[in-house]
């Protein structure tokens, strides 16, 4: 449990009761001390949509991660990320196959997105475009992409736009005003999305809204690791942010990428989120408001050996949809962990990591929810969501601002 919390001086009387609630969730799943858990929502496998393709030189460390969004004709597309030798990551196309009863099973490659050619996604010995998510974003009439740009300086969030998600036109990185004391420039920073509307900013102003989880020093997973279970949290240094990007009537995409106010939402709280907590899957609109699929980094043992090693799972978030900077809801369990061989012992061993989510309004079930995902850094796998009618009243919500 956390007994110790590190705070600045300008820490709310709502941090103090998050430290709390660190404290007590802290009991729950993983450490096994609470009793028989009674799931909220869970996701159910639907199977493996993309492993790497043999013979193909992009895809030989790897095909994960990707994004998942309906084309303007209704086709749904993945974008994974595809490894090359040396840890070269580009990012790909794919039009997802479905069966007879609507069940995505297969895609047909499309080819490229985007390639590592700017400074800021190349290194000395390669680079790299990561982890892409993907949204429409209705006030633009642009289909944006978040992802992680890998260079010299580290990962950092790069912006690009398209019209038919095929040709996507770079806006570089995105930046950040410093937030009471916290620099977020020049930070690692990943797990990054972004609303598919305008979202009201701290000072109630319609804005561009990123969710993202900057990697300040020592917060990192395998720093967090070699730290007790007692350790001291720093919760403005180790949680998912909402950074706000202004934009003026016109929609001015050359506005996009400024982020200029900004929102702490979420600290770790539960045992399976204790190394780390970070965004996923874009925020997407369900009957309680807007859901965000998480992940969350806890240590388990390695049986035969000395150390531990780190486990990624997937947690559930809902936000309220008029102000999406309060947490109505909160999975205490994660909804999705590492099973079997495919998702247990691949490129990173024990790995669920969502970042593609698809509603499925096609099949007029707007309550399920299909989420793709990486699976041990290596395939790409499918689950199937069904959103509960109402969410659990035991839960501790946040209504902070």
Not at 8 to 26: E, G, K, M, P, W
Request: proline share 7%.
């Amino acid at each position: 449990m956390c007994n110790a919390v590190k705070c600045s001086n300008d820490l709310l009387l709502v941090d103090l009761i998050r430290v709390v609630r660190c404290a007590v969730r802290s009991h729950y799943c993983v450490s096994g001390k609470r009793g028989q858990p009674v799931p909220d929502f869970k996701l159910k496998r639907i199977g493996m949509m993309m492993e790497p393709q043999a013979g193909n030189p992009n895809e030989v460390e790897g095909v994960l991660n990707p994004a998942a969004i309906r084309a303007r004709d209704g086709q749904l597309y993945l974008f994974p990320r595809l490894v090359a030798r040396g840890n070269f990551s580009r990012i790909g196309i794919a039009r997802v196959l479905f069966d007879g009863s609507g069940d995505p099973r297969g895609v047909e490659r499309m080819g490229m997105a985007l390639e590592p050619e700017a400074d800021y996604e190349l290194s000395g010995n390669g680079g790299g475009c990561e982890d892409p998510r993907v949204v429409y974003v209705e006030p633009l009439q642009h289909y944006v992409m978040t992802y992680t740009a890998l260079s010299r300086r580290g990962p950092r969030i790069a912006i690009a736009i398209s019209d038919d998600l095929f040709q996507w036109r770079r806006i570089g990185l995105a930046t950040f005003h410093p937030y009471n004391g916290i620099t977020f420039d020049d930070v690692d920073d990943k797990d990054a999305s972004v609303f598919p509307a305008l979202i009201p900013d701290p000072s109630g102003q319609s804005a561009i809204a990123l969710v993202h989880r900057p990697l300040f020093s020592g917060t990192r997973p395998e720093e967090k690791v070699h730290q007790s279970e007692s350790c001291s949290m720093d919760l403005h240094r180790e949680s998912i942010w909402i950074s706000y990007c202004l934009v003026g009537a016109t929609g001015d995409e050359r506005q996009l990428g400024e982020f200029v106010a900004h929102h702490r939402l979420a600290c770790p709280e539960a045992g399976w989120e204790r190394l780390k907590i970070g965004g996923g899957a874009p925020p997407v609109m369900c009957r309680h408001g807007w859901l965000i699929i998480y992940h969350g980094v806890h240590d388990i043992p390695q049986p035969g050996l000395t150390g531990r090693k780190m486990c990624y799972s997937a947690g559930a978030m809902v936000l309220s949809k008029e102000h999406p900077n309060w947490t109505i809801y909160r999975s205490p369990e994660p909804v999705l962990v590492p099973e079997g061989p495919l998702e247990c012992h691949g490129t990173v061993d024990n790995v669920v990591f969502a970042t593609g989510i698809d509603r499925r309004d096609d099949l007029g079930a707007p309550d399920r929810f299909d989420i793709y995902y990486g699976m041990a850094d290596d395939r790409i796998g499918v689950a199937r969501l069904d959103m509960p009618a109402t969410l659990p009243r035991d839960v501790a919500a946040d209504y902070s601002a």
